[in-house]
């Protein structure tokens, strides 16, 4: 067991140190603001303070970051490091960290700069250039969790501690179902506008494909759900789905929740697959919509959705995450950014929502992802052999970090149609590859 030792025992503190030394480390652990007992314990000892306590032990001198309550308008200091730069560094002499992990971590973890006010993007959303992590060149780094394996090395090595656990790469392969099907499935009101346009902008080609996969003469070109399927089977894979299960909008385009073709999908996908919500962009601004979408999805399942991902990935702190709170959503998978691939959490680890205006531990457990099929494509303007090499190189540290892997993929990026050709060949270089990594093990 691994005993740390704070003068003052905080909830940021309770919280940064179950998720470090518990859950990454592996460790069983206890917190402590006695000093009589620190001293008397007989196992391996972090020393969270300015005292000089006797004895051996690990010392990370605190920058009174993780005393402190609510949010204020500060950037951490950092220190550009081999290999990895430093968040609240110091130069202490007498600490062996030379910088406060806890305090980094929790920066990291909490999303704190996003409580803050920032630049919005088109979609109103905090994206990837407004972020620390990507502003000093850390965004592709796990940053916590390749500091995290350097203590526990360190605190192995110094008092041979045992894990409880042992982590290990794992590969979530999960999948945005935004428009289940290109032309199935829509009313007839949708088809009939939908025809007209074609008409109007020469669109004979689009025309052509439309009446033949409503006639039954060509299969819909977003129908890759068997290929999904195969794939998951051939690697043992356990993929989740998220359904957009919302009125029709501006934004919100999928096909009609009461059409039998999305009824028929979502049930047969929930056989094969865990499943969630996928809530609605307009459920941002109409905060009813959500239970809404909720209860639709879980009519036609005829089970409880626990599981979300935002449409667009728009998270707004804490708001967002309290709402999916309230309606009993308990894991989140939209920790991760449209327009760069990395770790906005600076984590590759499930971990729980702290939410800081409360400043409490909650039930909801974040899933950060890596990468998004349309973030390497349309924002990063990446081809098809470009996006396989960063794939596997973000595949790699997520190895390294011994963490989880979450692709994000739509079944229309699958259908090596359109802009998406060559694309379906980049997702089974992924498949392959991570399954690869995760056999590793």
């Not at 990454?24 to 009589?36: K, L, P, R």
């Not at 500091?147 to 090395?153: A, G, I, V």
């Not at 190895?399 to 802009?419: C, K, P, R, V």
């Not at 690869?436 to 093990?441: F, L, R, S, V």
Request: proline share 4%; with cysteine.
């Amino acid at each position: 067991m691994v005993l740390i030792y704070t003068p003052r025992i905080t909830s940021r503190i309770q919280y940064i140190v179950k998720f470090l030394i518990g859950e990454i480390c592996g460790f069983d652990y206890a917190v402590t603001s006695s000093s009589d007992e620190f001293v008397n314990f007989k196992g391996a000892r972090i020393n969270y303070s300015e005292k000089d306590i006797p004895g051996d032990y690990i010392r990370i001198c605190p920058s009174g970051f993780l005393t402190e309550k609510g949010v204020r308008d500060f950037t951490p200091v950092i220190k550009k490091n081999d290999p990895y730069p430093l968040l609240f560094p110091n130069s202490k002499k007498n600490c062996d960290l030379g910088y406060d992990l806890f305090s980094s971590a929790f920066y990291l973890v909490s999303r704190y700069e996003e409580y803050l006010p920032y630049l919005e993007d088109r979609y109103e959303r905090f994206e990837a250039d407004q972020s620390f992590a990507y502003q000093n060149g850390f965004l592709e780094i796990p940053l916590i969790d390749l500091q995290t394996l350097d203590l526990k090395k360190k605190l192995i090595e110094k008092f041979n501690v045992t894990e409880n656990t042992h982590r290990r790469f794992t590969f979530i392969p999960t999948y945005d179902i935004d428009m289940a099907y290109a032309y199935k499935g829509r009313e007839v009101t949708r088809n009939t506008l939908a025809i007209a346009k074609d008409l109007l902008t020469f669109n004979f080609n689009n025309l052509k494909n439309r009446i033949r996969v409503l006639t039954g003469n060509m299969p819909d070109p977003y129908d890759t759900y068997e290929f999904q399927l195969e794939l998951q089977k051939k690697y043992k894979l356990k993929p989740v789905y998220f359904f957009l299960s919302a009125r029709f909008g501006h934004r919100d385009k999928n096909i009609s929740v009461y059409s039998k073709h999305f009824f028929y999908l979502v049930k047969m996908l929930g056989d094969y697959a865990e499943t969630g919500i996928h809530p609605s962009f307009a459920s941002h601004f109409k905060k009813e919509r959500l239970l809404e979408e909720i209860k639709i999805l879980a009519n036609i399942l005829n089970s409880t959705i626990e599981k979300s991902r935002q449409h667009y990935l728009k998270i707004e702190f804490p708001t967002t995450y309290t709402n999916l709170i309230k309606y009993n959503i308990f894991n989140d998978y939209s920790m991760g950014f449209a327009s760069h691939t990395g770790f906005r959490a600076g984590t590759s680890h499930p971990f729980q929502f702290y939410n800081l205006h409360e400043e409490n531990e909650t039930r909801l457990k974040i899933y950060p992802i890596t990468l998004m099929d349309s973030t390497l494509k349309d924002y990063m303007k990446l081809d098809s052999e470009q996006a396989v090499r960063k794939i596997k190189n973000l595949i790699d540290i997520v190895y390294q970090a011994q963490g989880m892997f979450i692709s994000l993929f739509h079944n229309d990026a699958l259908s090596n149609t359109g802009a998406w050709e060559g694309w379906k060949d980049v997702y089974i270089e992924l498949v392959k590859y991570a399954s690869q990594k995760a056999k590793q093990n």
